[in-house]
């Protein structure tokens, strides 16, 4: 029991030395020395709020450059379309959709065709070779979806738009209607020209329709040499703007193959023709399979 006492003793007074000899520390340094320390330890506890602000400084100027590359390539790309429409040579030739057919659409498909002569105007303004768009016949179901969706139509520039049916906006000579089921193929355009483009989305309804209107109204019809050029798996029948865009790729490239396979969706899974109008792709497989190589095991355990 003495010995714990003489240790308990011993404990208490070494504490106490401690505490003097910080007491006499601190009294020891000076006003500026204690300052200084102060300093140093606020120093050591403001680290890691140094290391965030450090972190934030260097994102923001990570944004910063960010936001100055995507200006200087707004730029460029600006400048670029600016030297692109200066390129620009305005075609001749007259691409009229003929919207006489409302009456036949239901609702909804008017609403297709409202998309469809969307993408026409979109793509004409930004063409190579623009042509002289019209828009005839407008009214009904069509005028009343475009002044609900989009009303800026009635501002837009380079096309002419009528009431009239097309008949009686341009020249009966100058005519000529595009449609799949007439027996004359289009090799050449005619600058002269104005072809038109049946503004119908049927389902093919209402089959040889545009065929028969340009028939009755004694006017030239023409269609488009797919056949010369594709095969594909789906029917002939193109939406408008298809028709629309193919014509402006044709007028840019002077080449019809170029053009379809420019403009055509890759679900009508069209593929190129050759001359004699076969399939390229299974023309390549044939040419194949006539000489295979005996020195292949594959080709050899298929022919096995």
Same mark, same amino acid.
């Given at each position: #029991?003495?010995?714990?006492?003489?240790? @308990?003793?011993?404990?208490?007074?070494?504490?106490?030395?401690?505490?003097?000899?910080?007491?006499?520390? !601190?009294?020891?340094?000076?006003?500026?020395?204690? /300052?200084?320390?102060?300093?140093?330890?606020?120093?050591?506890?403001?680290?890691?709020?140094?290391?965030?602000?450090?972190? %934030?400084?260097?994102?923001?100027?990570?944004?910063? $450059?960010? !936001?100055?590359?995507?200006?200087?390539?707004?730029?460029?790309?600006?400048?670029?379309?600016? @030297?692109? $429409?200066?390129?620009? *040579? +305005?075609?001749?030739?007259?691409?009229?959709?003929?919207?006489?057919?409302?009456?036949?659409? &239901?609702? /909804?498909?008017? @609403?297709?065709?409202?998309?469809?002569?969307? $993408?026409?105007?979109?793509?004409? $303004?930004?063409?190579?070779?623009?042509?002289?768009?019209? &828009? *005839?016949?407008?009214?009904?179901? &069509?005028?009343?979806? #475009?002044?609900?969706?989009?009303?800026?139509?009635?501002?837009?520039?380079?096309?002419?738009?009528?009431?009239?049916?097309?008949?009686?906006?341009?020249? /009966?000579?100058?005519?000529?209607?595009?449609?799949?089921?007439? +027996?004359?193929?289009?090799?050449?355009?005619?600058?002269?020209?104005?072809?038109?483009?049946?503004?119908?989305?049927?389902? !093919?309804?209402?089959?040889?329709?545009?065929?028969?209107?340009?028939?009755?109204?004694?006017?030239?019809?023409?269609?488009? +040499?797919?056949?010369?050029? =594709? /095969?594909? !798996?789906? @029917?002939? =029948?193109?939406? =408008?703007?298809?028709?629309?865009?193919?014509? &402006?790729?044709?007028? %840019?490239?002077?080449?019809?193959?170029?053009?379809?396979?420019?403009?055509?969706?890759?679900?009508?899974?069209?593929?190129?023709?050759?001359?004699?109008?076969?399939?390229?792709?299974?023309?390549?497989?044939?040419?194949?399979?006539?000489?295979?190589?005996?020195?292949?095991?594959?080709? *050899?355990?298929?022919?096995?």
């Amino acid at each position: #029991m003495a010995d714990d006492g003489e240790k @308990r003793e011993a404990s208490a007074q070494q504490q106490g030395e401690q505490h003097g000899e910080a007491a006499a520390e !601190n009294q020891a340094l000076s006003k500026r020395q204690r /300052k200084k320390l102060l300093k140093q330890q606020k120093w050591e506890g403001d680290r890691e709020l140094r290391k965030q602000k450090r972190k %934030e400084r260097k994102q923001q100027r990570r944004v910063e $450059r960010q !936001n100055c590359e995507e200006e200087e390539h707004r730029d460029d790309a600006q400048s670029a379309r600016k @030297r692109l $429409r200066r390129e620009i *040579t +305005p075609s001749s030739l007259r691409l009229v959709v003929d919207c006489s057919f409302d009456s036949l659409m &239901l609702f /909804k498909d008017v @609403r297709k065709l409202h998309k469809q002569i969307q $993408r026409c105007y979109a793509e004409n $303004r930004r063409a190579v070779h623009p042509v002289q768009f019209y &828009l *005839t016949s407008l009214g009904g179901q &069509l005028k009343q979806g #475009m002044d609900e969706k989009d009303k800026g139509w009635v501002n837009w520039k380079d096309v002419t738009i009528k009431t009239e049916h097309y008949s009686e906006v341009v020249a /009966k000579e100058d005519l000529v209607y595009l449609t799949s089921d007439s +027996p004359n193929v289009l090799e050449e355009l005619d600058q002269k020209k104005a072809y038109v483009i049946g503004g119908l989305v049927d389902h !093919n309804h209402h089959k040889g329709i545009t065929f028969e209107r340009a028939k009755e109204l004694g006017i030239d019809h023409a269609q488009l +040499p797919l056949n010369s050029f =594709v /095969k594909m !798996n789906s @029917r002939k =029948v193109l939406a =408008v703007n298809h028709v629309f865009e193919i014509i &402006l790729a044709y007028l %840019e490239k002077r080449s019809w193959q170029e053009a379809f396979f420019t403009v055509l969706p890759m679900r009508k899974g069209a593929v190129a023709v050759d001359k004699d109008g076969t399939a390229v792709q299974e023309k390549e497989e044939e040419d194949s399979g006539s000489e295979p190589d005996p020195d292949t095991p594959e080709q *050899t355990e298929k022919r096995t």
